[in-house]
């Protein structure tokens, strides 16, 4: 079992950075791939980034490719969201997800945990 809690989110203007930040539980997250995930309010969840257990291989959706950046630091249990360029389409409660395996996806139903989100409200 792994719980997974995430922090940093808040109101920030356009163009401005923010940094997100997810704790998991448990002495085996090495063992999980993770990624982020966002849901906007009238429309459904999708992927953001993705990153595997060892961190040296991301995948990023093309709407935030180049500015934002996943990360991890298995020594803390946490995932990095870096969130640069942010623009008002970016506004949207952010999940972190764990998935069994290693390897990262993009795919919602490959994760076998989710935190709890966190608002991200970018201002024009």
């Known amino acids: 079992q792994v719980q997974l809690v995430e922090s940093g989110g808040g109101l920030v203007q356009a163009g401005g950075s923010l940094r997100l930040s997810c704790a998991a539980s448990?002495?085996?997250?090495?063992?999980?791939?993770m990624g982020w995930f966002r849901q906007a309010p009238g429309k459904e969840r999708e992927f953001v980034a993705g990153i595997n257990w060892s961190g040296d291989s991301t995948y990023y959706a093309d709407s935030v490719k180049g500015r934002f950046t996943i990360s991890r630091d298995n020594a803390k249990n946490t995932v990095y969201l870096q969130m640069n360029s942010l623009k008002p389409e970016d506004t949207a409660a952010y999940y972190c997800a764990a998935k069994r395996g290693g390897f990262r996806s993009a795919a919602a139903p490959a994760y076998n945990y989710w935190g709890q989100g966190t608002q991200v409200t970018v201002s024009s």
């Open positions: 448990g002495r085996t997250f090495s063992s999980y791939g």
